[in-house]
């Protein structure tokens, strides 16, 4: 990969200490959320599948921290630390994982479609690549409708290579739309390293220009730079400058999926991923702030207290009610084809 | 306006009732504006409602029914045209994976009332790739409701309810109508989704017809009618939700039972339709069900050859002779 991110030692100002603190919390409450659904899926809780975030956080909280409660995100299967940056409970999404009746989508979604509307989180989406179009059609919502709300698509590397996501940045281009498309480019394509299969360095940004869009690479496991790049786009789009890409630079701690060790990474690559946690990024910030130790210490142990409740509410929680197999396929809450 | 209009006209009208009374509805879609669509069924409505609710597309499909989506998810009530029916593959995962699927994934936290408009069907010479009648691919996805009306009235009256509708509606608008005459509705016509009409009231065989096949099953019965055959033409209008209950009523009077339709014969929407009835109404039934659809090849060209393939008033005229002389 080439196109590395500027380095962070420029952007420190504008965050105060107590801020970056929260956001440190969000992230350790997201990284532990991951974990228990990596155990609890060794321990048969969880069924089905996962694409655990854990190393994404930052670019999660950063972007949430730059938005307003109004705004819209659309998000992919890897898609719990975008629910709960957004509002969604550690307990409602660990609940929804484990088929429970108190999970976010009441256990009709399961890890890959968490959503929290109320929140403006739209959704989680399991084709690869169809949300950024949704993203730009909330967007032309927002236009139509006369608001300053922008909408949000976080995606992967691997979407960039979709017909979705080249007619959503045209259109989003030339109608002007107040969106922004978030790339979090983690160097796979599931398995396949994303420069092995793309015509591009950076496989968002460089396309950017094709649709004349301004672009960003930036460093996505700094949560300061994440939301300073966001606040930049969500003032652009909202003074009607149009949508941006931003390429967020940044790397899985678990595999693609539950069924992947990601024994193809190489290890001084997962090494040095490593030693770039976000989590650690910020602890320095913090430490560059003056922040104690203790103090940072002392959030994290909030976090894991938060994660401990999560996981005993949601193993406590009923199943799911029989009967809401049967409803909610049409808007009256039914689900009757014929009269 | 005049009491009698095209069924082309009838888009139209439609769609600016309904863009009248609610200025939330918005249109999208290809050739849709100021150039009024290629088969004119949005002619006005750009003088009208200006380019802020009627928007031209580039030929992006998935951007086109993608965005309709996220709009409908937050506030807004979208048209999408999509030009041919055949072209709803190039965004079918809108329509089989997103769009009927997201209400209930969520646990019901987001609704999606858009109206996905489209051409559908054959007759008109356009070749295998712009005259596909693709109906029954709707109507093999659980979450989306489907109408397709067979006159000018209906348009109009479904294209309310679809509009209005809380829920995802394919509005199939058949291609070979477009130049078909009616009636002109009243202010405030609207039709329910999911009532079927009876077209034309006869006690010996019923014919379930949708689209374009309810004037061949019409011109079939008038032919029979000479012949002393009373046919009973039912227009099933929807096919979800699918109005089984007039069609079983129906066939508890007539005891015969024949389905037109222009989609293919393998996986048509007849299928559906005559599983229902011998399951519930195998004792009504003094024949077997016949279905006439279109034969399972792709549509030829010549006029001529695909005269054989789909439906005409000649082959639904024997078949239902023959029906009746089971």
């Not at chain 1, 670019?59 to 307003?68: D, E, N, P, T, Y």
């Amino acid at each position: 990969m080439t196109g590395e991110a500027g380095t962070t030692a420029d952007v420190t100002a504008g965050i105060s200490a107590d801020r970056l603190l929260e956001l440190l919390e969000q992230m350790a409450v997201i990284r532990g959320t991951e974990q228990a659904a990596h155990d609890l899926f060794l321990r048969g809780l969880v069924k089905g599948t996962t694409h655990l975030a854990a190393g994404h956080e930052a670019v999660a909280v950063g972007a949430s921290a730059a938005l307003r409660p109004g705004d819209y995100v659309f998000a992919t299967y890897r898609g719990h630390h975008h629910a709960m940056a957004r509002g969604a409970s550690p307990t409602e999404c660990l609940a929804e994982l484990m088929s429970k009746a108190t999970g976010v989508c009441h256990a009709k979604g399961g890890s890959m479609h968490l959503t929290k509307a109320s929140a403006g989180m739209m959704g989680s989406y399991a084709i690869v690549g169809a949300h950024l179009p949704m993203a730009v059609g909330a967007a032309w919502s927002a236009r139509l409708r006369g608001t300053d709300q922008v909408a949000v698509a976080f995606f992967g590397d691997g979407a960039t290579n979709i017909g979705a996501f080249h007619e959503a940045l045209n259109l989003a281009s030339v109608w002007s739309l107040p969106v922004l498309f978030i790339c979090e480019n983690n160097l796979y394509m599931e398995y396949t390293p994303i420069g092995s299969v793309t015509a591009a360095d950076n496989p968002a940004a460089d396309r950017a220009a094709g649709y004349r869009l301004p672009a960003e690479v930036i460093d996505g496991n700094d949560v300061v730079v994440v939301g300073e790049a966001v606040a930049r786009a969500a003032a652009r789009a909202r003074a009607g400058d149009g949508p941006t890409v931003l390429e967020a630079q940044t790397y899985r701690h678990f595999g693609h999926s539950r069924t992947d060790p990601a024994k193809y990474r190489p290890a001084e690559e997962v090494e040095r991923w490593l030693a770039r946690d976000p989590l650690d990024v910020a602890s320095r910030r913090l430490a560059g702030l003056g922040v104690p130790d203790a103090a940072v210490a002392a959030a994290r142990e909030r976090a894991g207290r938060i994660v401990a409740d999560a996981v005993a509410d949601a193993i406590a929680a009923p199943g799911p009610d029989p009967a809401s197999a049967f409803s909610d396929v049409w808007a009256d809450g039914g689900a009757a084809w014929r009269t | 306006m005049a009491d009698v209009i095209t069924y082309r006209e009838a888009v139209a009208e439609g769609l600016a009732r309904e863009m009248r009374r609610d200025p939330t509805v918005v249109c999208l879609g290809e050739d849709i504006g100021a150039a009024g669509g290629v088969f004119k069924t949005t002619a006005g409505l750009h003088a009208e409602f200006g380019s802020q609710r009627i928007w031209d597309t580039p030929i992006s499909e998935q951007a086109i029914v993608g965005a309709a989506m996220g709009a409908a998810m937050t506030g807004i009530r979208p048209v999408a045209e999509i030009m041919f029916s055949d072209f709803l593959a190039c965004c079918w995962d809108y329509l089989a994976n997103e769009i009927p699927k997201i209400r209930y994934m969520t646990g019901g936290q987001v609704t999606v009332p858009l109206v996905v408009r489209t051409a559908n069907g054959g007759g008109l010479g356009f070749g295998a790739q712009h005259s596909q009648a693709v109906e029954n691919w709707a109507l093999a996805v659980p979450g989306l409701k489907i109408a397709a009306p067979s006159n000018p009235a209906d348009v109009i009256g479904l294209l309310a309810s679809a509009i209005r509708s809380d829920d995802p509606v394919v509005f199939f608008e058949h291609k070979g109508l477009f130049a078909s005459k009616g009636q002109a509705p009243p202010d405030g016509h609207v039709v329910e989704l999911g009532r079927a009409a009876v077209a034309r009231p006869g006690s010996d065989v019923t014919v379930v017809a949708l689209a374009a096949t309810v004037p061949l099953a019409l011109a079939a019965a008038d032919r029979l009618a000479a012949e002393g055959v009373a046919v009973e033409v039912i227009d099933l209008r929807c096919l979800v939700p699918l109005d089984m209950a007039t069609v079983l009523e129906s066939v508890g009077r007539t005891s015969r039972l024949m389905i037109v339709e222009e989609n293919p014969y393998q996986g048509g929407w007849g299928g559906t339709v005559a599983s229902i009835v011998a399951d519930e109404g195998f004792e009504l039934l003094d024949a077997p069900v016949r279905r006439v659809a279109a034969a399972c090849v792709p549509l030829p060209f010549a006029d001529v050859l695909e005269e054989l393939v789909i439906p005409t008033a000649d082959s639904v005229t024997a078949a239902i002779r023959k029906l009746v002389g089971y």
